[in-house]
């Protein structure tokens, strides 16, 4: 925090996320994609107040995304790539205003040690639409800024892989893409959005199945498995629910087979980025970003041997373990 200045951006932070949101909710980055607008016709075109378009526009061209040149607004190279009507990152910018307004709440959070979403579980069956809809900003974000697992030596195998918790499957889709086998598993209604995410990969090599890991482990006909990913779960769970799931996954490896964890560790990046994703973990879910130290214990307590770190490009946190 760089001074009085330093302090006042930081508690102003909110507004260029407002600003960004409101645009995307507007249509304006769609408006001005492909061609050059004033502001008066932005207006006309939205229906909206010309004064308050007026300065929207002024702030989204201080922010960069969208361009003036003379008196006319057009989208910058990335609203135009990222940001047109229909773009999937909308998803992203509709998960990160549900999760503004949570933020408010963080007083409460920290002085009663509860988050301020439903458990995951309550929401799956209280509000499926807004549920599905976070798993697939989720897998645009996997696809935009996750991992290449495909290309990980760890997830190289002729077997069968599983993609414990894998949403509605980002990285199920990368491994299958890249010719190998897997199992999809996940909680009996994200199994379904999963299934019709999946429906176009080909069915030998491509599988859903719905369990409860933490409650039920793995079922037993996935025994054997070569490899498993287990990617962005453990954040949510407490300590001892996440020694359970590794458990069962080593228990359905065979013997030499690996588990992958993709996490966001506390530690992984200097910076805010880990530190402000604990406090995320918090606000939606109880949960913990754990250290990477962290993370190797739950491994080592799981049974698994040789615990390690994988290189990543910060914040990205890989681990490996294998079976014995
Ligand atoms: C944050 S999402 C991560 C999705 C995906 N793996 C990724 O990296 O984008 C966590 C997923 O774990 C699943 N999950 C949580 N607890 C689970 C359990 N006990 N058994 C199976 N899946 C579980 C959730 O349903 C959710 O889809």
Redesign the pocket.
């Known amino acids: 925090m760089r001074g009085l200045y330093g302090f006042l951006d930081l508690l102003t932070g909110y507004q260029g996320a407002a600003v960004l949101t409101a645009a995307w909710r507007l249509g304006v980055f769609g408006l001005l994609a492909d061609e050059a607008l004033t502001s008066e016709e932005v207006a006309s075109r939205l229906r909206a107040d010309p004064r308050s378009v007026d300065a929207l526009l002024g702030a989204l061209a201080s922010l960069g995304a969208i361009e003036r040149d003379g008196g006319r607004y057009r989208s910058s190279a990335f609203a135009r790539e990222h940001l047109r009507e229909g773009a999937e990152l909308g998803l992203v910018i509709e998960k990160e205003a549900v999760f503004a307004r949570a933020w408010l709440e963080l007083e409460s959070v920290v002085r009663t040690g509860r988050p301020v979403l439903a458990p995951?579980p309550e929401r799956?069956r209280t509000e499926p639409e807004r549920a599905r809809s976070f798993?697939e900003a989720?897998?645009v974000?996997?696809r935009l800024t996750?991992p290449d697992v495909a290309s990980l030596a760890e997830l190289r195998t002729d077997g069968r892989i599983l993609?414990?918790?894998?949403?509605i499957g980002?990285?199920t889709r990368a491994l299958v893409e890249a010719g190998r086998t897997v199992v999809l598993?996940?909680?009996p209604v994200?199994a379904v959005w999963a299934r019709e995410s999946l429906a176009d990969l080909p069915g030998d090599r491509c599988e859903v199945v719905a369990?409860?890991?933490?409650?039920e482990g793995l079922p037993p006909v996935l025994e054997g498995s070569a490899r498993a990913l287990v990617?962005?779960?453990l954040h949510?769970?407490e300590p001892a629910s996440c020694v359970r799931?590794l458990d069962a996954v080593r228990r359905a490896l065979a013997p030499g087979g690996v588990v992958v964890v993709?996490e966001f560790a506390r530690d992984a990046a200097p910076g805010t980025f880990g530190p402000f994703f604990d406090v995320m973990m918090r606000v939606e879910t109880g949960g913990s970003a754990y250290s990477v130290k962290e993370l190797l214990g739950f491994l080592a307590e799981a049974g698994f041997v040789g615990p390690r770190r994988l290189e990543a490009d910060p914040p990205i946190t890989l681990l490996a373990a294998t079976r014995p």
């Open positions: 995951w799956l798993l989720l897998a974000l996997a996750g993609d414990v918790g894998g949403g980002p990285y598993v996940e909680l994200v369990a409860d890991v933490v409650a990617s962005h779960v949510d769970l799931l993709n």
